[in-house]
């Protein structure tokens, strides 16, 4: 698996697959229902079978989906047991077996065309709710949760960091991820680094600098509570942040 990533990285391209193969089973199970929904309104009897034959295609794509997201999982989030992987993983195969289920049921006529709509209405939901947790998996928890003393510097977080570096991490040089940064070890180093960010040997890098006009040394205080409780505290303590931690 790692050597397909490698190879596809040799072409330059470095992203997760999933999002390529995604879009075939869940366009044509949209398209199954509203083609049900149109044989119901309008009785042509073209709409059914197309609806059929478009949920059997949604069935076929829907594997290369389910594989690729599984690759990913593994090569990017490390194939850790994230509960929006669990909740994805669930709604793939619940997704899989309504398909199949209105299939089987197609195949046999005298299956009520009502249950055959409400099993597709179900198949919608539940590729909405696959694109709400694949959303929250790329976007809602690249910050971890604070707790109310430390929002802002969350906020701050979200706003100047974490689009370069997601759950602490580093997407430009990954060898450098924030969250084992030698610069949250005491706030001096953390303040200088922000003011004018260098490589480990002193050169400049691709870190962009956060002057005070951005980031207020009050604000940068925030920020470094926040990383430190996000990112080193949570190691020893599992994301309690420890009582003596106060904003003075
Ligand atoms: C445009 C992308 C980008 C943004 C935005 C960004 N960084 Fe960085 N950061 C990097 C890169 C790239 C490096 C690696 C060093 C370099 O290239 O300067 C890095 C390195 C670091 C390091 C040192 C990591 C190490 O292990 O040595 C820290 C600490 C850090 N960033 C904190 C922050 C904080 C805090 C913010 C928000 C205020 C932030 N960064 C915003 C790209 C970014």
Redesign the pocket.
């Known amino acids: 698996m790692t050597f397909i990533y490698d190879w596809l990285a040799k072409i330059g391209y470095t992203h997760p697959l999933h999002p390529v193969f995604v879009h075939f089973p869940i366009g044509l199970t949209a398209g199954a229902f509203f083609l049900m929904l149109g044989f119901l309104l309008l009785k042509q009897s073209s709409l059914q079978i197309s609806s059929r034959h478009v949920a059997l295609l949604a069935l076929l794509f829907l594997p290369f989906a389910i594989v690729t997201g599984i690759m990913d999982w593994q090569r990017f989030y490390a194939g850790v047991w994230l509960p929006e992987i669990k909740i994805k993983l669930t709604l793939a195969i619940t997704l899989f077996l309504l398909l199949a289920l209105v299939i089987w049921l197609g195949l046999r006529k005298t299956s009520a065309n009502g249950i055959l709509l409400a099993l597709l209405t179900l198949a919608v939901v539940n590729i909405g709710a696959l694109g709400y947790f694949g959303g929250e998996l790329v976007y809602g928890s690249r910050v971890p949760k604070a707790p109310v003393a430390l929002q802002a510097g969350q906020r701050i ?1 979200e706003g ?2 974490a ?3 997601p759950r602490g991490g ?1 997407i ?2 990954p060898q ?3 969250r ?5 070890n005491e706030f001096g180093t ?1 303040l200088a ?2 003011r004018n ?4 040997d002193r050169t400049t ?4 600098a ?1 002057p005070a006009s951005k ?1 207020s040394d009050q604000e940068v205080r925030q ?1 470094y509570l926040y ?1 430190r409780f996000a990112f080193v505290e949570s190691r020893r303590e599992e994301m309690m942040p420890s009582p003596e931690m106060s904003l003075q």
Not at 180 to 184: D, E, F, G, M, T
Not at 197 to 200: E, N, V
Not at 205 to 208: C, K, R, S, T
């Open positions: 977080f100047n960091c689009g370069c570096h580093n430009i040089v450098l991820p924030l084992s940064a030698p610069q949250l953390f680094f922000l960010p260098k490589m480990p890098g691709l870190m962009p956060f980031l920020l990383l």
